[in-house]
């Protein structure tokens, strides 16, 4: 469903016109018999009424009682949960409670999902009813408690405006004996969730993987939605909910900004299973284990990971990193090597170098979790410095391939033959790195959390399948008969199967950008080319009767690819640009305005999805941009993420209690108010026209 820091305004659904009426009638019938209840202070705004409702009218000493938070929204707007998602801001109650007293933390009903261009909020429309226990001291007065709350919120709808409310109500403190009668108000209260449920989960490559057992046979995925408690980890938009051997499979990708490490010290994840029927679970789920014994796992598991990491390896032979390699390596093993003996031997060297090269980073991974951090496959691209090497290495194999220098001559030998053979399998897997093929994610993310020594088998296994191919060239002849005889044509495809490596080093260089910034990219730039520099000098260092100086040159080429490549790594965070906007205040833009020349407010704010996106769609349109720039436009932005109270008070004089608000002053200092949600053709209309004006 759609919302702009909001949503559409549509009518109360039947089953919430019910409850309201119900509430209603239950509240006239009970006001005059029950003092509580009648001394419930309520307050309204336009948007949201708030009131708290006891359970029952009386509470025994040392007993609990709950008291509900009953937040009614006017059609057309919402509140948010405790978890506002990608935009908004929680609901929260502060209580103020008698002496002795004590308030457990609020227990929510489901909320809803709202969705707007890929921000995804969570919160209520119609009605809202958190629920907290109240614990009565063993020792409280008899008689009348007075039990107070301050309510805040945001409330949404084309606008989103803050709200508060103080709250207050009695509830009678009776012997022990005395029972209380249940108020009939709380049983038309959205659901709560009523079972909890504790499925462990894993994070693999950047998600967090969340397995549970389907609640009902006739649960579809399509209708099943978790609700995270946490606040700014995941990525709400890219969750995906599958079934697999009657298991829900919930994969949850974490926010761009969101660091693994950050799952690692929660050790837990808390939130709300909604399977689209009528009961939703409460889901409190640990980390999955990284180590245990092998009591502990499924034999029959490891069988059918292992199946999957070799069938995974198999596949990766295909992926373009990887193919371009492998296949000039079979083709010289068939140009170079008549031996089928040596070929053999060859072809075990490049099968250690492939095992001894996967074991590798499964120790690295098992020794990183064991170390408490939260990594699975891809864990070396989620480092700068790792995909600055890899870039640079794609770099250089494609070189290679493209004829500028060679590597494969010095190490083809009689004597170096077994080095390049354990080179290429070590080679191979470096170049495979980057990349997840078929089944893999499936086996791995099962292998993880499993003891080291099923780690271990399970990359064995995938080091198995991805070694298979050029190993049974090696010890088939049948499979070396069928490759094509060697000739010139080898030269040309060689130089062809370059650009998928330059393709991958382009690739990686712009996940280097994304990882640090665009203020980096020159000086990586600049390494490239200087590393390409080097890679020519050694290629005619290999070619000249007097090599020593071009080995020379191309090692102090190299040395300065690597300081730029380090420079790059630490260069600092870009600089605020002349064009962007100056921070908003009566004063600035009373002194700008004291210049006679145009100015553009913003009034916004980081939980305002119509903000964000008007920001995304107009504001940062070339268009737009450039012609703020040519009428010489100055930009104030007021940003009520946090409350100011200047701002609001300059909302209030446009005639506005929220966000968005943009004006465009003109030179006479007349302002335009665009309406909220932008038009590019709007705005650049009243960009043009407020130098004249």
């Known amino acids: 469903m759609a919302s702009s820091c909001a949503s559409s305004p549509v009518g109360l659904p039947n089953v919430f016109r019910s409850i309201v009426f119900c509430l209603v009638l239950g509240a ?13 202070a309520s307050t309204m705004t336009p948007a949201v009424q708030a009131t708290l409702i006891p359970e029952r009218a009386l509470v025994t000493r040392g007993q609990s009682i709950d008291m ?18 990608d935009i908004g801001l929680p609901t929260e109650v502060e209580w103020s409670l008698p002496s002795g007293w004590r308030a457990d933390p609020l227990r929510w009903p489901t909320p809803e999902r709202f969705v707007a261009d890929r921000m995804v909020s969570f919160g209520y429309r119609s009605l809202a009813t958190p629920i907290a226990s109240l614990q009565a001291p063993l020792r409280a007065p008899i008689g009348a408690a007075r039990v107070r709350a301050r309510l805040t919120y945001l409330a949404c709808s084309d606008r989103c405006v803050p709200g508060e409310a103080d709250l207050s109500t009695s509830v ?32 693999q490559d950047r998600t967090v993987i969340l397995s549970v057992a389907q609640p009902a046979a006739q649960t ?4 099943v939605y978790f609700f995270p408690a946490q606040a700014n980890i995941f990525d709400y938009a890219g969750e995906s909910v599958s079934l697999a051997h009657g298991r829900l499979i919930i994969s949850l990708p974490l926010a761009s900004g969101a660091a693994p490490s950050a799952i690692s010290r929660l050790g837990h994840i808390d939130g709300v299973l909604a399977t689209g029927a009528s009961e939703a679970l409460s889901v409190m789920a640990p ?26 390896g198999l596949i990766l032979n295909l992926m373009p990193c990887v193919f371009p390699v492998l296949s000039m390596k079979a083709l010289n ?12 031997i060859e ?3 490049y099968l250690l170098g492939v095992l001894a090269c996967f074991l590798g980073l499964a120790a690295t991974m098992i020794a990183l979790r064991q170390a408490g951090a939260s990594i699975g496959w891809g864990f070396q691209l989620q480092s700068p410095p790792v995909v600055a090497s890899f870039a640079l290495l794609m770099l250089l194999v494609g070189l290679n391939m493209s004829g500028v220098f060679d590597v494969g001559a010095t190490v083809q030998g009689s004597t170096r033959a077994a080095v390049g053979a354990f080179g290429a399998g070590a080679l191979a897997v470096a170049v495979a790195a980057p990349c997840t093929a078929p089944f893999m994610a499936t086996a791995l993310g099962w292998a993880i959390a499993q003891p080291a020594i099923i780690v271990l088998a399970v990359f064995a296994s995938l080091a198995l399948g991805f070694a298979l191919p050029l190993t049974s060239v090696c010890f088939l002849p049948a499979l070396s008969r069928a490759l094509p005889r060697p000739g010139p044509w080898m030269e040309r495809f060689r130089e062809v199967l370059a650009f998928p490596m330059y393709g991958a080093a382009a690739w990686l260089t712009w996940v280097f950008t994304l990882q640090t910034h665009i203020d980096g990219l020159p000086l990586f730039l600049s390494a490239a080319v200087t590393l390409s520099m080097a890679a020519w000098l050694f290629g005619r260092a290999q070619r000249s009767r007097k090599p020593l100086s071009w080995s020379v040159s191309a090692l102090a080429a190299m040395l300065a690819a690597l300081g730029m490549t380090y420079a790059a790594l630490n260069s600092p965070p870009p600089r605020n640009s002349a064009f962007d906007a100056q921070p908003w205040s009566g004063a600035a833009q009373q002194r700008l305005l004291g210049t006679h020349a145009p100015v553009f407010v913003e009034f916004t704010a980081a939980w305002c999805v119509t903000c964000q996106v008007n920001d995304a769609a107009v504001l940062s349109d070339p268009a737009v941009r450039a012609a703020l720039q040519k009428e010489r436009v100055a930009y104030l932005r007021a940003d009520l993420t946090s409350f100011n109270g200047q701002m609001f008070t300059e ?11 943009y004006l465009v002053y003109g030179a006479s200092g007349r302002a335009v108010t665009l309406p909220q949600i932008l038009d590019k053709a709007a705005v650049l209309s009243a960009i043009n026209s407020a130098r004249a004006s």
């Open 287 to 312: 980390m999955g284990r990284s180590r245990g014994s092998e009591r502990d796992f499924d034999w029959r598991g490891l069988e059918t990971a292992a199946l999957f990491a070799f069938v995974g």
């Open 172 to 203: 009678e403190v009776a012997a022990p004996q005395t029972l209380g009668t249940p108020t009939p108000l709380t049983a038309a209260a959205p659901a709560l969730p009523r079972r909890t449920i504790a499925p462990t989960f894993i994070l």
């Open 333 to 344: 093993l068939v140009q170079s090597s008549a031996n089928s003996e040596h070929r053999r």
């Open 651 to 661: 909302l209030a004089a446009h005639g506005r209690a929220g966000v968005p608000l």
């Open 347 to 349: 072809g075990v060297l």
């Open 68 to 85: 509900v938070v009953s937040i009614r929204i006017a059609p057309g707007w919402h509140v948010y949960w405790s978890n506002p998602g």
């Open 28 to 40: 006239l019938a009970l006001w005059g018999s029950c003092p509580a209840l009648a001394d419930a």
């Open 220 to 223: 579809s995925p399509a209708n």
